[in-house]
């Protein structure tokens, strides 16, 4: 008996792993590797020397920077209507609650050219904002807009079944011990969806890296000011410097895959914390 | 992208002694919509209006026009492709997690959920990598006249990389939760595996698999990175939905733009309106047990 | 059908589930399977089903060894713990799938299929619950399809793991009966597994006693909870007063009393542990002559037509509370109150010497 698979009645181990393991490698295993396969063709010189041009050392600053600043408007926004949406009533609650996935469903080319027309000079909002002096379409704020766009539904999502799980006891124990509505937040309800807030954030901000679609029509693509990374990958590629496209892409892969080893651990976290509860 | 949550409505009912002042409540309400407005509805709602701006004659023009059509059948050809693979793909992985121990798995529940953090850019770019002319398998597919990247293959492709896990991760979750024992009867009972996959397995995780379906088929049909990279942009050809939004857009044809874009919302306000459906089906079946 | 069990074991990664268990089982014998939770009583059972294999042993039925057999050749039937009904099935379907899933050429007719359907849900009493849902019916009813779903397809063995276990004490004690009365009827051969020893006692021919993967003891009720074999038994049968004494020639020493104990004639003065049950123990305000412990009373119980007693020792040497059970009657008799100072004699103990205690005791 091999000790690689606990033994079980049910029928099609061997099928069901066999098909999963070559689909994986097939579609997404082996092409990711070529991008490592390529870039391993450059010396470590050459390729150190492509990655930190000025250039691209501006679109990481741009692309991380508004990242962070959208992933902690998510996170400071989703867990407010997280938690109106769980706590509270009010009429159009469901629809709300619905329509918070929209991000996810509305097709991100469309997300963008909607918050370019709104944010614009003459758009519906923008015409407010621009005689305050605040240009936010093709400027940074603009990628900012978008990117806070496309991460709202995390935080949201992950915050509301914890807050939904936290027991009404819990806190009417902590206000029979004389705790007031603003200490039982900060030391019993914070604490308990800390760790899923954290997910949240740092799913947002994974997601907000690699965001192309409703970015490029909001940002204005100007090189060194508002060119994002991944539009970079796609100028250098339209440009046919394979080698340079493909080096910046490793970068943001290998920083893409410490993101997700940040998200496992953190619902990990989170599971424990829940498991010991 | 999300799991299914089930919110329980009672929740919302507390006790003076858990509640917020009357006045805390409405501030926080009227923040968090405001929020919403700015950030979802306006944008949900201007999209329509400038579809619509320009008169009814001007937007069924915009969506009828050939290479409108065309992007259309395209769109629709990608996602007949990519959704009932991945439904196979996620119905197969789910199967082999949820219902047997072995080595490894998580580490493969891992790689399943690796397409969500890959830069759509890079899973076009990869593709072109493997595939394209300077690609490692370039050489050989222009010597017998395949073209897979700026073709029709290559948006198959880059659409079913980025929507492998959607079903995936909707099952595997659902399945571990039913657990084994209803398949164990079913075995000892005399069922075959098909018979017992058929039978019990498939009615169960029926709402779980049209969730996953529903979100992997939206994400499908609205791919715009990483089709983008692949497609070469021809019209009438290669052009996908999403990809034509932007050409009309870059043309400063911006009605048009948006009647295209208006087809894109309202699917993806049908896929919400399902996937709230699905929603109170499973809280349903889960009250039952 | 007879059950030979021969040699087996089984080990989940460090932990032993079953080591070298030997066990017969006779046709048309009802079996309980007794222990605590890690004693191997389940992964037995479902070794015996076939949905575990073992790592080393072999299980024969009628003689024949089902090592190599399909879990489908075996024709077990299985009741399992949470019932494990078809939640997308009515009630009737439920019972009719191991029917309905026959290959075609010995597949019963449709009739057919649907008179055995209602002869089952008649003989559990719940014919009238055939359209229904499972997740519409109580826990005992959806026990009594589990039941009724695996006699479907007429087995020769019957496997229960923890029948009773998820039902509330009253409904547990009605389908206890129920089940009994069934069997004697059926005389299908029928293994359950329970932690309760109460259901086990009550329900069963024969009692197997499991404690870490090993069988500490197989025999009748009566003969388990009478002559348990060792500590772990007794002391797993029903709530047990351990006295700290020695042995020697054949006597018993506890504190103040001497005991004829004849089968450790061989003793020279070993420490020892008797054990002694507490309905087994004479209580009493005077000594009347004989040696008896002194002790007086810290706590009263009363249960229906039992009270149960609580007493400490005035010898130091053995600080547990003493437990005695007597008759209402009795404890109306002598008039007892808090404080009072009594006087107790075991009727009948078991004594242990103490070192093989100390293997099997935690």
């Known amino acids: 008996m091999s000790t690689f698979k606990q033994h079980s009645v049910l029928p099609g181990f061997n099928l069901a792993l066999g098909f999963t393991l070559i689909y994986l490698s097939l579609i997404v295993l082996i092409p990711l590797s070529a991008a490592f396969f390529r870039t391993a063709e450059l010396t470590w010189t050459e390729f150190w020397t492509v990655v930190t041009t000025p250039r691209v050392l501006a679109s990481y600053r741009l692309t991380f920077g508004a990242s962070f600043a959208a992933a902690l408007t998510n996170a400071l926004f989703g867990l407010l209507i997280a938690w109106v949406l769980v706590r509270y009533q009010f009429t159009g609650k469901r629809l709300i609650d619905a329509l918070i996935d929209l991000p996810f469903a509305l097709p991100t080319a469309v997300a963008g050219i909607a918050l370019t027309a709104l944010y614009a000079g003459n758009g519906w909002i923008g015409q407010f904002l621009e005689p305050l002096g605040i240009k936010v379409a093709f400027t940074p704020i603009g990628i900012y807009v978008a990117l806070t766009f496309i991460g709202l539904p995390f935080v949201v999502r992950t915050v509301q079944p914890v807050l939904e799980d936290i027991e009404t006891e819990l806190e009417e124990a902590a206000a029979m011990l004389g705790a007031n509505r603003l200490q039982i937040f900060l030391r019993i309800i914070f604490p308990a969806i800390f760790p899923a807030l954290m997910t949240g954030f740092a799913l947002a901000f994974a997601r907000a890296i690699g965001e192309y679609g409703s970015v490029i029509f909001i940002a204005g693509n100007m090189p060194m000011v508002s060119e994002i990374t991944p539009l970079l990958i796609i100028t250098k590629l339209e440009q046919y410097d394979y080698a340079g496209a493909t080096a910046i892409a490793v970068v943001m892969l290998v920083i893409s895959f410490i993101l997700l080893l940040i998200v496992n651990l953190l619902q990990w976290w989170s599971r424990h914390r829940n498991a010991l509860a | ?289 | 059908m007879s059950i030979e069990i021969r040699h087996l074991s089984k080990q989940f990664g460090t932990f032993a589930a079953l080591r070298d268990v030997n066990l017969e089982i006779q046709s048309g014998e009802l079996l309980a399977l007794l222990g605590p939770s890690g004693s191997g009583k389940t992964t037995l059972l479902r070794v015996i089903a076939g949905l575990e294999t073992a790592d080393s042993g072999q299980v024969l039925f009628n003689n024949e060894d089902t090592t190599r057999q399909s879990i489908r050749d075996r024709q077990v039937g299985f009741v399992f713990q949470h019932y494990a009904l078809f939640r997308n099935m009515t009630i009737f379907e439920n019972v009719a799938f191991g029917l309905r899933v026959r290959p075609k050429d010995c597949r019963l007719k449709d009739a057919e299929i649907r008179e055995r359907v209602t002869n089952l849900l008649q003989l559990v009493q719940l014919d009238w619950l055939a359209d229904r849902y499972p997740h519409q019916l109580s826990g005992g009813q959806r026990q009594r399809i589990a039941l009724a779903r695996a006699l479907a397809v007429e087995p020769k063995v019957l496997l229960l793991d923890e029948p009773f276990g998820a039902l509330d004490a009253k409904v547990r004690k009605e389908l206890r009966i129920w089940l009994r009365r069934l069997h004697d009827d059926m005389h299908i051969t029928s293994v359950f597994v329970t932690h309760d020893q109460e259901e086990a006692l009550e329900v069963s021919d024969r009692v197997v006693v499991m404690n870490e993967g090993r069988i500490e003891q197989i025999g009748t009720p009566d003969a388990v909870y009478e002559q348990p074999a060792n500590p772990f038994v007794y002391e797993f049968l029903g709530h047990v007063n351990l006295f700290h004494g020695r042995i020697h020639r054949g006597r018993a020493i506890i504190s103040d009393i001497e005991i004829e104990a004849p089968e450790h004639a061989e003793a020279e003065n070993l420490a020892a542990i008797a054990y002694v049950r507490p309905h087994d123990i004479e209580i009493d305000r005077v000594t009347n002559g004989e040696s008896a412990l002194a002790a007086h009373i810290v706590h009263i119980v009363s249960i229906g037509p039992i009270v149960r007693l609580e007493l400490a020792h005035d010898d130091s040497s053995n600080k547990n509370l003493v437990q005695v059970e007597i008759s209402k009657d009795r404890f109306r008799e002598l008039q007892l109150t808090k404080g009072d100072r009594v006087y107790i004699k075991p009727r009948r103990l078991e004594l242990f010497p103490s070192h093989a205690s100390a293997n099997s005791i935690h």
């Open chain 2, 1 to 289: 992208m999300t799991t299914i949550t089930i919110s329980y409505p009672d929740k919302a009912r507390r006790t003076a002694i858990t509640q917020e002042p009357v006045w805390v409540r409405r501030t926080l309400i009227s923040l968090a919509l405001i929020f919403l407005a700015l950030f979802l509805f306006v944008p949900l709602i201007s999209v329509f209006y400038e579809a619509l701006k320009k008169g009814v004659d001007v937007y069924f023009a915009a969506i009828t026009e050939p290479d409108a059509r065309a992007a259309i059948r395209l769109t629709l050809i990608a996602a007949a492709i990519a959704v009932p693979l991945n439904l196979i793909f996620g119905v197969a992985a789910a199967w082999a997690i949820a219902k047997f121990e072995f080595r490894g798995k998580n580490i493969l529940t891992t790689l399943i959920d690796l397409p969500f953090s890959v830069s759509p850019i890079i899973a076009g770019l990869i593709y072109v990598l493997v595939f394209g002319l300077q690609g490692w398998l370039g050489p050989w597919l222009a010597e017998h006249d395949i073209k897979i990247i700026f073709a029709v293959p290559g948006i198959v492709l880059a659409t079913v990389f980025v929507t492998v896990p959607f079903i995936a991760r909707e099952l595997i979750p659902l399945m571990q939760a039913q657990g084994t024992e209803e398949e164990e009867a079913a075995v000892i009972l005399g069922a075959s595996g098909w018979q017992t996959f058929w039978r019990i397995t498939l009615p169960n995780i029926k709402w779980g698999l049209l969730y996953g379906v529903i979100l992997c088929n939206a994400r499908a049909m609205g791919e715009f990175g990483a089709v983008s990279v692949v497609s070469g942009h021809i019209r009438g050809q290669t052009n996908t939905l999403p990809l034509h939004v932007e050409i009309l857009y870059n043309e400063y044809n911006y009605a048009a733009a948006f009647a295209v874009a208006s087809l894109l919302a309202l699917l993806a306000l049908i896929t919400l309106a399902i996937k709230t459906f699905v929603e109170s089906k499973v809280t349903q079946q889960k009250t039952k047990e």
